[in-house]
């Protein structure tokens, strides 16, 4: 278990999440679509609280997440279709609709394939090139994830909450738009995250090199573990009909 010393930083993070989210329940424009919005917060608050006491990330990953969970909440208070700012991006862009959500999707991958690359890096121990490119995967992965979830709440909501809901704004390639700029933000993040490891770790280049090697003893998978163990299986069966024989 990770010590038990507070990390101010964190509490500093929590505070500031706690504050933007307070402000967005109070009258939010559509009181329904705000509780759906943020039933993803009530579920994901606590595990990313409960799985610090156990397995605590880098205050970076902490910051993009909170970051990111604001920029959410943000946007539940209003609908996404409906912040001002994101009216203050179409009138700069020229555009036809509100781009908010789509400044969230990009930062959905943008921010949280950061957080993604570290637990992968630390469970798996991977190195090199598939540290940075299964993260944007894995990225793209939740994002999917999250817009067939979506889809499962439109469904089983009332149509008005459900529209508000999606916010879709008429696109109806809406749900691939999103989860191409999440996985933009996701490239983009894993790149910047490369070109600084390249600068600062000179085993970078090395591990990148050793990632793409073949050990010697490399041999096929699937039919060849299908056979070693229809073979151990086997010889299990014949050890024990002998025992039975000297019975």
């Not at 999103?178 to 894993?190: E, H, K, N």
């Amino acid at each position: 278990m990770v010590g038990r010393r507070i990390n101010w930083y964190l509490v500093s993070l929590a505070i500031i999440f706690l504050a933007v989210w307070t402000w967005s329940a109070i009258e939010p424009i559509y009181p329904h679509d705000w509780l759906l919005e943020n039933y993803l917060v009530f579920i994901f608050v606590p595990v990313i609280v409960g799985l610090g006491f156990y397995f605590r990330l880098s205050n970076i990953s902490y910051t993009l997440i909170t970051i990111f969970m604001c920029l959410h909440v943000i946007g539940s208070h209003y609908t996404y279709a409906e912040v001002p700012f994101g009216f203050d991006l179409q009138e700069m862009l020229n555009g036809t609709r509100n781009y908010y959500d789509r400044l969230v999707h990009f930062s959905f991958g943008f921010l949280l394939a950061y957080p993604v690359m570290e637990v992968y890096i630390r469970v798996s121990h991977t190195k090199g090139f598939w540290s940075y490119y299964l993260p944007v995967e894995l990225t793209l992965a939740f994002s999917a994830i999250f817009e067939l979830f979506e889809w499962g709440v439109v469904e089983m909501v009332n149509s008005e909450a459900g529209i508000a809901y999606l916010g879709a704004q008429g696109d109806i390639w809406d749900a691939q738009k999103d989860m191409a700029l999440a996985g933009l933000g996701a490239l983009i993040a894993m790149v910047i995250t490369m070109l600084i490891a390249f600068k600062i770790n000179p085993e970078t280049v090395r591990e990148f090199r050793n990632s793409f090697k073949i050990d010697k003893d490399d041999r096929p998978i699937g039919e060849i573990q299908l056979k070693e163990w229809w073979q151990r299986k086997k010889e299990k069966e014949l050890r024990r009909l002998k025992k039975m024989r000297h019975k």
